[in-house]
């Protein structure tokens, strides 16, 4: 069978032949239609993920949307390797598996469903975000970011507070939910300024951030200054796509009741990310979620590997 394959760490896939897989006992055979390439997928191939764990050669992706053997039409999440998402075939257990909506087609469940599934988890499972609260997302212009804030507004946020390195992209977050938009400059008193107006008052009761880094950094700072001891700010840590690490002054969480904390593979078991996955994909129509979307053939995914994958979010077509 045709797949994209990784020869050697850290190179880009080739497109070539695979070996076909053979269901083991406990595993599903599913023809696959479309694979999104994702900061994760990328990460896992280059074995700089810390999930990472595959040897050379290996089939690249970790979710997609295909049919079951039964024809049933399925978002599908982490094959275990040599297998992945980005092949004609791949078997994955059935209970890693969830149905898609006969209402949301192929493209748009495999381009949303991973940062739908790292939105909804981070808002349900971690921070346990309550209907009225006030909401911040840093990084907001990425896909993930920008489904942030519609999920926040759609699970009854009072407010939803937007940031964004790319103060050109944030201009049209607002369209999508936010009340307040806050660019990510180089001016750091207006920075500091402005985030001191959102932490008082009303405050902010979770943050997602998609960034970590300098921004991650300010937000903390901001938060443990004017936080307050009856409504502890949940800072839930996502992705890292400005620093990967941070310098925070022991001060700011003693001297507040911020509750730090991360939310992805590991953190979440895999059982919690699936039901996520599933409210998620029956929420997508009724809640009039977006993404933006982009395709290109399995074919040519050594042309393709390299662009940004930001937004809009670049699927694959396979079957």
């Not at 997609?64 to 075939?89: C, H, I, N, S, T």
């Not at 699970?155 to 806050?182: F, Q």
């Amino acid at each position: 069978m045709k797949a994209a394959i990784v020869v050697e760490t850290g190179k880009t896939p080739v497109y070539g032949d695979f070996r076909e897989p053979v269901p083991a006992t406990g595993e599903a055979r599913i023809d696959v239609r479309a694979a999104a390439l994702s900061h994760l997928t990328k990460g896992r191939a280059s074995g700089t993920h810390y999930s990472s764990d595959a040897t050379v050669p290996f089939i690249v992706g970790v979710d997609g949307v295909g049919r079951l053997q039964d024809g049933k039409r399925v978002y599908f999440v982490r094959p275990e390797a040599p297998w992945g998402a980005m092949a004609e075939r791949t078997v994955v257990r059935p209970q890693q598996c969830v149905p898609v909506p006969d209402d949301l087609d192929d493209v748009t469940a495999a381009a949303i469903a991973n940062p739908g599934m790292s939105v909804w988890a981070a808002f349900r499972e971690r921070a346990k975000l309550v209907k009225g609260e006030n909401v911040m997302i840093n990084g907001a212009t990425g896909s993930a970011g920008r489904l942030a804030v519609q999920v926040a507004k759609y699970m009854g946020a009072k407010k939803v507070v937007a940031t964004g390195r790319n103060a050109e992209s944030l201009k049209g977050v607002d369209a999508l939910g936010a009340d307040v938009t806050i660019p990510l400059g180089d001016d750091g008193d207006a920075l500091e300024e402005a985030l001191k107006e959102q932490f008082g008052g009303d405050g902010i009761d979770v943050v997602l951030d998609y960034l970590w880094g300098p921004s991650a950094e300010r937000i903390l700072i901001a938060g443990a200054k004017a936080g307050k001891e009856a409504a502890p700010i949940r800072f839930v840590q996502v992705g890292s796509l400005s620093a990967a690490n941070i310098t925070l002054p022991g001060a700011a969480l003693r001297s507040s009741a911020i509750e730090l904390m991360g939310s992805g593979l590991g953190s979440v078991p895999i059982v919690g990310l699936l039901k996520c996955i599933g409210e998620f994909l029956k929420a997508v129509v009724p809640g009039g979620f977006q993404v933006a979307t982009r395709t290109a053939r399995l074919a040519d995914v050594e042309k393709f590997w390299d662009v940004d994958t930001g937004t809009p979010r670049l699927v694959f077509l396979v079957g």
